[in-house]
């Protein structure tokens, strides 16, 4: 059985792009910086309160919030300030507006009871979305509300990236073959389910990146509390899908967690920068349309560039056109051999729970991309190291697991 070293190797040795495999030859890198991102210091940063007698004090944020809340008869929350100095930190509007939000507060409630680590897992989009320089920052603002830290969702897109090119290789050998993704659109997968179930054998039945970040972390930390931020409403139903409600716990759109932020009055741009992922250029791209495609596509290049069969993908971009591309390839109509749909326009940039404009966004998410030092998942260390501590080591590993980023349809 080939393990991922060995494919390392090979990919570097049968390699044309000399330059870029000699690049990576020589690169450093440590492997301890996943222990810092999955078991990071116990003690959250110091919120910085506004009021100088609670940042004295090093109150949390969440400890001030709760010591001014009460439940009524009816278990909702109401507010009450002890003097003017707490009205000046916490604005009224902004806390009433927090409360209003049922998934903002039990995640709040799950720091604030502190038996167990609250993860916070970013989606792919996030630097299109919070005022940052680095993603370090973020997780330094989420360390600061009391979060025990953060993991970039792209980082496990790498993993399922290569799954899916590992399928490809192994399954497209014939022109009439082809497959169905992509896997971090639950709207995509939906009408799959529900308008073409005979179409399901083609889909790999891959999680999505969100799932397999919740289940690689409760597979490292087994008490963690998992909670997706993203730009996706979708995402909280599906959360709750009964054969992989095991891996996230509470789902937030980035609107939400903004209004956490300004409340707390927490500002990520102001914060030094905390440790980082280190995701391929492949992951980080999930979050817009043909993202996926590319992924797969450089992927199987660099793993198989002998491969005679190549990806020739074609993409959906929005419910309507996904709708087409299915009805289309139902009728004979299409000639690619991998099918991506993107439930919104743009991709997830394009969510409803974007802050900002989508063209912008997927603008800031290629930048990022364009910022790794891995090209694709095989050239990334991390990826290998990751598996290596979920006891994969082997091709036939990875694509016969059944646990982590596998599910049933």
Same mark, same amino acid.
């Given at each position: 059985?080939?393990?991922?070293?060995?494919?390392?190797?090979?990919?570097?040795?049968?390699?044309?792009?000399?330059?870029?495999?000699?690049?990576?030859?020589?690169?450093?890198?440590?492997?301890?910086?996943?222990?810092?991102?999955?078991?990071?210091?116990?003690?959250?940063?110091?919120?910085?309160?506004?009021?100088?007698?609670?940042?004295?004090?090093?109150?949390?944020?969440?400890?001030?919030?709760?010591?001014?809340?009460?439940?009524?008869?009816?278990?909702?929350?109401?507010?009450?300030?002890?003097?003017?100095?707490?009205?000046?930190?916490?604005?009224?509007?902004?806390?009433?507006?927090?409360?209003?939000?049922?998934?903002?507060?039990?995640?709040?409630?799950?720091?604030?009871?502190?038996?167990?680590?609250?993860?916070?897992?970013?989606?792919?989009?996030?630097?299109?979305?919070?005022?940052?320089?680095?993603?370090?920052?973020?997780?330094?603002?989420?360390?600061?509300?009391?979060?025990?830290?953060?993991?970039?969702?792209?980082?496990?897109?790498?993993?399922?990236?290569?799954?899916?090119?590992?399928?490809?290789?192994?399954?497209?050998?014939?022109?009439?073959?082809?497959?169905?993704?992509?896997?971090?659109?639950?709207?995509?997968?939906?009408?799959?389910?529900?308008?073409?179930?005979?179409?399901? #054998?083609? !889909?790999?039945? @891959? &999680?999505?990146?969100? /799932?397999?970040?919740? $289940?690689?972390? =409760?597979? +490292?930390?087994?008490? %963690?509390?998992?909670?997706?931020?993203?730009?996706?409403?979708?995402?909280?139903?599906?959360?709750?899908?009964?054969?992989?409600?095991?891996?996230?716990?509470?789902?937030?759109?980035?609107?939400?967690?903004?209004?956490?932020?300004?409340?707390?009055?927490?500002?990520?741009?102001?914060?030094?920068?905390?440790?980082?992922?280190?995701?391929?250029?492949?992951?980080?791209?999930?979050?817009?349309? #043909?993202? !996926?495609?590319? @992924? &797969?596509?450089?992927? /199987?290049?660099?793993? $198989?560039?002998? =491969?005679? +069969?190549?990806?020739? %993908?074609?993409?959906?971009?929005?419910?309507?056109?996904?709708?087409?591309?299915?009805?289309?390839?139902?009728?004979?109509?299409?000639?690619?051999?991998?099918?991506?749909?993107?439930?919104?326009?743009?991709?997830?940039?394009?969510?409803?729970?974007?802050?900002?404009?989508?063209?912008?966004?997927?603008?800031?998410?290629?930048?990022?991309?364009?910022?790794?030092?891995?090209?694709?998942?095989?050239?990334?260390?991390?990826?290998?190291?990751?598996?290596?501590?979920?006891?994969?080591?082997?091709?036939?590993?990875?694509?016969?697991?059944?646990?982590?980023?596998?599910?049933?349809?």
């Amino acid at each position: 059985m080939l393990t991922f070293e060995e494919l390392y190797k090979k990919v570097v040795e049968s390699s044309t792009t000399k330059a870029y495999d000699e690049d990576l030859a020589e690169l450093q890198y440590d492997p301890y910086h996943l222990e810092c991102i999955l078991r990071p210091e116990s003690t959250p940063t110091k919120w910085q309160a506004a009021n100088e007698d609670c940042r004295r004090e090093g109150r949390y944020f969440v400890n001030c919030l709760f010591k001014h809340l009460s439940k009524d008869e009816n278990n909702n929350y109401t507010l009450e300030y002890e003097d003017d100095k707490c009205k000046d930190c916490m604005d009224v509007n902004k806390v009433k507006k927090l409360l209003a939000t049922k998934d903002s507060m039990a995640v709040l409630e799950a720091i604030k009871e502190g038996n167990r680590p609250v993860f916070a897992m970013i989606a792919p989009a996030f630097l299109s979305q919070i005022d940052i320089i680095d993603d370090g920052q973020l997780r330094s603002a989420f360390k600061q509300l009391g979060f025990k830290g953060m993991v970039e969702v792209s980082l496990l897109a790498d993993i399922l990236t290569l799954k899916e090119a590992l399928e490809f290789d192994k399954d497209i050998n014939d022109e009439k073959d082809f497959q169905l993704t992509s896997c971090c659109c639950p709207m995509w997968i939906a009408l799959i389910r529900k308008m073409y179930p005979e179409l399901l #054998s083609h !889909v790999p039945k @891959a &999680v999505s990146p969100m /799932v397999a970040t919740g $289940r690689v972390i =409760k597979k +490292i930390v087994p008490e %963690a509390i998992t909670v997706f931020i993203g730009p996706c409403i979708a995402k909280k139903k599906e959360a709750r899908e009964d054969d992989i409600r095991d891996a996230v716990d509470y789902v937030l759109t980035f609107q939400e967690v903004e209004n956490i932020f300004e409340t707390a009055k927490v500002t990520p741009d102001d914060l030094p920068i905390d440790l980082r992922e280190h995701s391929s250029a492949a992951g980080r791209i999930y979050a817009v349309t #043909s993202g !996926v495609s590319e @992924a &797969v596509r450089a992927t /199987v290049n660099r793993i $198989r560039p002998e =491969k005679p +069969i190549k990806v020739k %993908a074609v993409q959906a971009n929005g419910m309507v056109e996904c709708k087409k591309l299915l009805k289309d390839l139902e009728e004979g109509k299409v000639k690619a051999n991998f099918l991506e749909g993107m439930g919104c326009i743009g991709g997830c940039v394009g969510g409803p729970k974007a802050i900002i404009d989508k063209e912008i966004a997927a603008n800031k998410v290629r930048e990022y991309a364009d910022q790794s030092i891995y090209k694709t998942p095989i050239d990334n260390p991390y990826v290998i190291e990751l598996l290596s501590r979920l006891n994969m080591h082997t091709i036939e590993e990875l694509l016969e697991d059944q646990q982590i980023f596998t599910r049933s349809f």
